[in-house]
């Protein structure tokens, strides 16, 4: 069992760094082939060579990127399997269809016209290369479309019905799997982030350029199109961030309690806006939850039910059962010691299933199947020692929250900062102030970008499927010992690829900025 | 046949077909492991440029051939992927390394030198394929696993499938599954210098060099086909019966071939054109082998894989607890899910003929030393 712990911890583990490392390339990946698009638009629009220059300068940077993106992703698909073949088995028939489909239809898509966006200049006509950079800005959406329904559905399982002969579940609503409103704010939500994380890139690197007052135009020309991309995508990542906290409002109120550090619940919650957690608190006890607390007054029931004199439970709320409707109304509901004992019996009563089925006695099976359907809804919390169990990370996800949301607000000004610098305050492009901001805000956007996600993974543990599984039921038998050696292996190889990928952007960006972009065909 | 059994059959199908495009793709892989050879700096950039222009769509194939494997026939994602862990990974990382070594290796910047990333694409060229084709020997020489549904419900270990401790290394120690490993290696090796032939086009003792290349990997291959195929008519196999039992059958996939013998005339054919592929480009003025061999070795691999999955043929036995072994029918998904994405595969023709019109496209003109040489994007 102590082996299981291990495993569960070191596979967790070694999916959160390829994720992390893969979603470092991604989001720049999904934002940077809009705006070389938009670019390469303009150009075949106007036929003004600037823009030709202007696309294959941003084109460069991405063809590095979208190769780490590449490479990291092809782990993280796998890992399914490696890592969590239990899940890969249990929900299979669910969650490998997405899958399936992002191969077919985006990755295809994506592999194919990327060869004729970085080969094709003088193969194909102009119009041809600009739809074929077109296409690939559109698998890349479309691939992050099917693995964020994946994703979503996780998070919030639908579409599906428990097939006890199997002990696995069945899809038999596909439409739910792709339609429900948790996989529609994930992906308009993760995809427009990749939006302002592109768009803020062009900022800080065009920031660099003016700095060195080289290729002035270049950067002048492309904070323009990043500005309007970022400010854009950050409008929508604020509108779909707004639907999202709704839905966990609904289908992961734990997740959101714990965001909160919240504990006892109230009608009109406030929203901390600062505080620090205290690390000591635990479920039931009376020590204060957050140090230091300013709050905004109704701010959390307005986050969460858009109404200000709405209840929001918290973890000891949610332990002991109380719950909200989605109309936004508390009811008395099932506690978190009673869902342990509904999943005990789930499982005991899936095993007696088992034996009834293999020893052909129908009228015991109908009993067994009776049971399992009564406590099916708790079937994971049977795999949980105590409701504590079910807390998530209370301080990791409270700072992932108020991180992004903190950037996430800074980075809306900076957008705004740079569409009134290209358009009514030229001058601000030539302030040091100006140049220094947009380079120290690349690391920022990566920072909100990664929160989010840490946000939405811490948040939703120990889930693997909302209520259904628990990460430590969903892993492979492997021993800990592989996965710890597997996760070094990967964290060294990213880790050094993460290096490579670096120094040859920086080399390749200090390269432009000390030449003539415009007259240098080559660069 | 029941509706169930026909869209098995049918997502079966469609992995043989992925397995082959995957098969024919690996001819980038082969190209990969020729790049350490004596060759002109001249020589290795064309070769790396034409190969450049088509790793996604290998790693692509790879990567569609695991979600389709994992929508279709989740049992075999979880227990193979799960059990053999240091084999899957082991191939992982050799597509890892590919990815970057691409884009990477002439950048400035790159931080560890042209030759770590020409090492990397070698050492990935040749595992790859070697431990690729391993891992699809299991579907004939069986590996070491269980499968107990009933564990969910157990306190201890809920996790379905259980491999042996040796958890993929234990290909290694099975001669039959490195045969088709080198085999594969082989036609990787093949395939890629008929590439070259049909793609660059530079002084005439490259195209020569490249000639002899695949007539000497040509051969090679071809010795080591016709072994593996030996061993794989006169290998014994598990089939399922009737009653659900699972037993042993001596010479199970000539059995397969002679009972489905439309399998058996595709298998010729396919063979016959790979072979003329190999012989037209070793011994002609053609450039189109490729073509002829690829679509050859396609067709073997479909028909591999049709003996290996269908008639009730356990295409993953367990050689340990053989009443674990996979079919088709305990394997599979369900018929919901099976339905609905078939309705997604009749994008598959459509997914095609783009990925054709846009090879033409690019391909029409060959590689020249002008283009590495002027094109803004390199490898």
Not at chain 1, 417 to 443: D, N
Not at chain 2, 69 to 98: E, K, N, R
Not at chain 2, 312 to 325: E, F, H
Request: glycine residues 8%; aromatic residues 14%.
């Amino acid at each position: 069992m102590n082996d299981i712990l291990s495993t569960v911890e070191w596979s967790r583990a070694q999916f959160a760094l390829t994720a992390m490392y893969h979603w470092l390339f991604v989001p720049l990946t999904i934002g940077l082939s809009l705006i070389v698009a938009i670019m390469e638009s303009i150009y075949v629009r106007t036929g003004k060579q600037r823009w030709k220059s202007i696309t294959k300068f941003w084109m460069t940077l991405f063809g590095i990127n979208f190769a780490c993106g590449v490479a990291t992703g092809i782990i993280l698909e796998f890992e399914f399997g490696t890592n969590w073949s239990n899940y890969s088995w249990f929900v299979g028939d669910i969650f490998g269809a997405p899958l399936a489909i992002e191969g077919i239809v985006a990755f295809f898509m994506e592999a194919t016209f990327v060869a004729v966006m970085f080969f094709g200049w003088n193969k194909v006509s102009r119009r041809f290369h600009l739809a074929s950079t077109w296409l690939v800005a559109v698998g890349v959406s479309l691939s992050a479309l099917w693995i964020l329904v994946a994703n979503a559905w996780m998070q919030s399982p639908v579409g599906m019905k428990f097939d006890p002969e199997q002990m696995r579940n069945v899809m038999d609503n596909f439409w739910a799997l792709v339609l429900s409103p948790v996989a529609i704010n994930k992906f308009f939500h993760a995809v427009t982030s990749g939006w302002i994380l592109a768009g803020v890139f062009v900022i800080g690197v065009s920031s660099w350029l003016l700095w060195r007052k080289r290729n002035v135009e270049v950067a002048r020309d492309s904070i323009k199109v990043g500005a309007w991309v970022g400010l854009v995508g950050i409008l929508l990542t604020m509108y779909t961030g707004d639907g999202s906290a709704v839905q966990v409002a609904k289908v992961q109120p734990m997740k959101l309690a714990a965001m909160e550090g919240l504990y006892d619940g109230k009608i009109g919650q406030e929203l901390v806006g600062f505080g620090l957690v205290n690390t000591d608190k635990q479920p039931g006890d009376s020590l204060p939850a957050i140090h230091g607390e300013i709050s905004i007054p109704y701010g959390l029931s307005v986050l969460a039910n858009h109404d200000p004199n709405t209840f929001v439970p918290g973890i000891n709320d949610l332990i002991a059962g109380v719950a909200l409707t989605p109309q936004g109304d508390t009811i008395n509901t099932v506690s978190y010691a009673e869902r342990i004992a509904m999943g005990r019996q789930a499982r005991a009563a899936l095993a007696d299933f088992d034996a009834a089925r293999k020893g052909g006695d129908s009228i015991a099976m109908k009993e067994a199947l009776t049971r399992i359907d009564a406590n099916y809804e708790f079937f994971g919390y049977g795999f949980l020692d105590k409701p504590e169990d079910a807390v998530p990370n209370v301080p990791m996800t409270f700072y992932a929250f108020r991180i992004m949301v903190m950037i996430g607000t800074y980075l809306l000004l900076l957008a705004l900062v740079a569409i009134v610098a290209t358009r009514w305050r030229t001058s601000w492009l030539e302030k040091r102030w100006f140049h220094f901001v947009g380079i120290a805000s690349i690391p920022l956007v990566w920072i909100c970008s990664q929160a989010g996600w840490v946000l939405a993974e811490v948040g939703r543990q120990p889930w693997a499927i909302q209520n259904l599984m628990p990460t430590n039921a969903a892993i492979s038998s492997i021993p800990a010992s592989s996965v710890q050696f597997t996760f070094w292996l990967f964290a060294v190889l990213f880790t050094l690829m993460l290096a490579a990928e670096m120094s040859i952007m920086l080399r390749y960006i200090n390269r432009v900025s000390k030449t003539d972009m415009l007259n240098n065909p080559k660069l | 046949m029941t509706e169930l059994e026909m869209y098995q059959n049918y997502w079966w199908l469609l992995i043989a077909v992925l397995g082959a495009a995957l098969v024919f793709m690996l001819f980038v892989l082969g190209g990969q492991s020729m790049l350490l050879s004596r060759l002109s700096e001249q020589h290795r950039q064309l070769m790396v440029n034409s190969l450049g222009r088509k790793w996604e769509l290998t790693f692509t194939s790879l990567v569609v051939f695991g979600g389709a494997f994992f929508a279709s026939f989740p049992l075999f994602y979880s227990t193979s992927f799960g059990g053999a862990y240091w084999l899957w990974m082991s191939i992982l990382l050799c597509f890892v390394f590919q990815a970057v070594s691409y884009e990477f290796r002439r950048k400035r910047g790159n931080l560890y030198g042209r030759v770590s990333y020409d090492v990397l694409l070698f050492i990935g060229g040749i595992l790859g394929c070697v431990l690729l084709g391993a891992a699809v020997g299991m579907f004939f020489f069986g590996a070491p696993f269980e499968v107990t549904r009933g564990n969910l419900v157990e306190g201890t270990n809920p996790v379905i499938s259980q491999w042996a401790p040796t958890h993929g290394l234990e290909v290694i120690t099975c001669w039959q599954c490195l045969l088709l490993g080198f085999t594969v290696f082989f036609l990787a090796r093949t395939l890629a210098a008929m590439y070259f032939v049909n793609n660059i086009r530079t002084d005439e003792g490259f195209e020569r060099r490249m000639r002899r290349a695949c007539l000497g990997n040509g051969l090679v291959f071809a010795v080591l086909f016709v072994l593996f195929a030996v061993v794989l008519i006169l290998a014994p196999g598990y089939r399922c019966a009737a009653d659900g039992e699972v037993i042993q059958e001596a010479n199970l996939y000539l059995n397969n071939l002679i009972g489905m013998w439309w399998w058996g005339v595709i298998f010729l054919v396919g063979v016959v054109l790979a072979l003329y592929g190999i012989g037209v480009t070793a011994f002609t003025r053609t450039r189109a082998g490729i073509w002829f061999s690829g679509i050859g070795a396609a067709l073997v691999v479909i028909v591999l894989f049709a003996i290996a999955g269908y008639g009730s043929t356990c295409y993953l036995a367990s050689t340990t607890y053989p009443a674990s072994s996979l079919t088709l029918a305990n394997s599979s998904s369900s018929l919901f899910t099976l339905k609905t994405m078939s309705i997604v595969s009749l994008l598959v023709p459509f997914v095609l003929a783009y990925i054709v019109y846009v090879w033409r496209k690019m391909n029409a003109a060959p590689l020249t030393d002008s283009d590495v040489s002027k094109d803004s994007h390199q490898y």
